[in-house]
């Protein structure tokens, strides 16, 4: 099952991208865009542009930030031992959308593109850092007392972003199209800049996948398995923040996708992490240049904010998996 | 391993030490139960022989090496635990939770081989849940369960087992198969440390018995010697008749109504 999947997902990933290359107001077919990518004698202005300055990266950004929430929404689950538990439960994602809002109503915004990230990256690396602080009592942390300090401190973080959108007045649009979240601001830059975090994240959780598994039997266990919980809770937790503060930061809040795609992939390839989260990583992507697909196209030339997609289609096909998966252990016996 | 030996232990949580100054030494094969009322500390000693617990003073020595100075992963190389009931929400089959009992002998850059895949179905074997690994862990029954625990345990190659009330939440039968189970593996040397609740079943199974209350050694010896009349008032304030097992001659607690 390990040996087949992946690269099949893998596989699919790639046409994926290669698809939504294609798509969009000016069509361009896929050999022409194989030529643009990799044959050096081919040359054309106006398509060269088109893919590589504003598809190429756009879905390569799309397919990052879907591949960081889902592996840090997997691990969030295993982690917490609760299948509601996704990438922004410990405020990543109010940080964010306060250090974004700080950056949109100062007017930092406008000064240079690169506030808004990065204020947003800040802002939410600071929230799980206070989070860690508080939920940790004599060194150590258990997993109910940061889920509940994140709560608090995610409610706390809503109310500071609710004032500021309050006061928001002429930037409201802006503020809010970026909470919603999207990619229509995708450049290189912010390719470069998400490519370590997503890189070096997936490579770390993958590491830990053994040890998430000992951890899904409970945290006791886990240690009698040999297994130190809480460094690798503190570990993975750092992990998942920089990987989920950093999609968040050049993308905005795309909600949906952290909490269902793991869901959606363990249905299929069942509760090992070896082979769930880079299976969770790599349809997260695929999911998530989808919904930028859907997002970018339906009402062209404008752009609907993808997680109103992610939502809008994710939930459904989610349902049905649940309703599916249902019949057929029926079927079984 | 030759023995492991619990010198001076006291240990609590945060209301202060649960045990005070606990001694004894269990030897290689050897059946230890270990009996008190609840709240007696038992679950606690067994807490700090596997690590999961700092004592505030004494050792534990698994062999001739402190527990204090292995690491997690060294000590679940000598010693697995059984707790009374393990939850599962995830459905991992049988043969994923087995096998994760080699997990102490992996190392962070390499996932079971072929002889960590043969001692996992030897550990089915033994336990009567070989028929039973593809089937996922949250459709079993409870004494299927806790069998594929065992297993579990089995397959981390353990020299001690502590046992936390395994058969709490099980019927009779299932109760005998377990304890036989865990019997036979200490003819093998294994060094099986057993909190149990009930007596009788203690006193059949257990070379030693030792007694905890209020966190400290009451008595410790035999089954002859540790179940009294004098001792069942004293440990558990209830009135019993002792008599033998007319197969097995040990003593046999017949409970009397207050």
């Given amino acids: ?330 079927a079984k016996g | 391993m030759q023995k492991v030996e619990v010198q001076h232990i006291c240990a609590g949580y945060n209301l202060g030490d649960v045990l005070q100054d606990i001694n004894f030494t269990a030897r290689e094969g050897e059946f230890i139960g270990l009996i008190g009322p609840n709240g007696s500390g038992k679950s606690t000693l067994l807490h700090v022989m596997s690590k999961i617990l700092n004592p505030t003073c004494g050792t534990v020595y698994l062999g001739d090496v402190e527990i204090e100075s292995m690491k997690l992963k060294e000590v679940a190389r000598v010693l697995a635990v059984i707790p009374q009931d393990s939850p599962m929400t995830f459905s991992f089959t049988v043969a994923d939770i087995v096998i994760m009992g080699r997990n102490p002998h992996l190392t962070l850059f390499h996932s079971e081989g072929k002889e960590d895949i043969e001692i996992a179905r030897k550990a089915m074997e033994a336990t009567d849940t070989f028929h039973l690994r593809n089937r996922v862990i949250t459709n079993l029954s409870g004494g299927e369960r806790q069998r594929v625990i065992i297993a579990r345990a089995l397959a981390q190659s353990p020299k001690v087992l502590l046992l936390d009330e395994p058969t709490a939440n099980l019927d009779i039968r299932h109760q005998i198969e377990i304890f036989d189970l865990v019997k036979r593996l200490t003819e093998e040397g294994l060094i099986v440390i057993c909190a149990i609740h009930d007596l009788n079943l203690a006193s059949l199974y257990s070379d030693r018995l030792i007694v905890l209350k209020e966190g400290r050694v009451l008595a410790f010896g035999n089954p002859e010697e540790v179940l009294t009349v004098e001792n069942m008032r004293e440990i558990f304030g209830v009135e019993a008749i002792l008599q033998n097992h007319p197969v097995e001659n040990s003593p046999f607690v017949i409970l009397m109504r207050s």
């Fill in chain 1, 1 to 330: 099952m390990k040996g087949f999947r992946l690269p099949s997902l893998l596989l699919i990933l790639l046409i994926t991208a290669l698809v939504s290359i294609a798509l969009g107001s000016v069509r361009i077919n896929v050999i022409t865009i194989m030529r643009v990518l990799f044959d050096t004698h081919y040359h054309n202005a106006a398509q060269e542009a088109i893919i590589l300055k504003i598809r190429l990266p756009r879905v390569l950004l799309a397919m990052m930030v879907g591949g960081c929430l889902a592996t840090s929404g997997c691990i969030m689950q295993g982690l917490f031992r609760n299948p509601m538990a996704d990438p922004f439960i410990l405020g990543v994602s109010s940080g964010a959308g306060v250090g974004a809002a700080v950056a949109i109503v100062s007017g930092l915004a406008f000064a240079s593109i690169y506030f808004v990230p990065l204020l947003a990256f800040f802002f939410s690396t600071t929230t799980i850092f206070a989070v860690y602080t508080i939920a940790r009592t004599n060194g150590t942390m258990s997993v109910e007392t940061l889920l509940l300090s994140g709560i608090a401190m995610s409610t706390f973080l809503s109310a500071v972003l609710s004032f500021l959108i309050y006061i928001s007045e002429k930037w409201l649009h802006s503020l809010y199209f970026w909470l919603m979240g999207g990619f229509g601001t995708a450049s290189w830059t912010y390719v470069f800049l998400l490519l370590p975090f997503t890189g070096c994240g997936i490579m770390v959780s993958l590491l830990f996948s053994r040890d998430l598994n000992a951890i899904l039997l409970g945290e006791e266990t886990a240690q009698h398995l040999g297994v130190e919980v809480d460094a690798v809770k503190k570990i993975l937790v750092v992990v998942t923040s920089l990987m989920t503060g950093a999609a968040v930061s050049v993308s905005g809040i795309i909600g949906f996708v952290g909490l269902v795609v793991p869901h959606m992939v363990r249905i299929i390839v069942g509760p090992d992490h070896r082979v769930l989260l880079p299976s969770s990583a790599i349809f997260g992507g695929i999911f998530m240049i989808w919904a930028d697909n859907v997002a970018r196209t339906i009402i062209s030339p404008s752009e609907l904010p993808v997680g109103v997609v992610t939502a809008f289609f994710g939930a459904p096909f989610f349902i049905y998996l649940l309703r599916r998966k249902r019949g057929d252990m029926f």
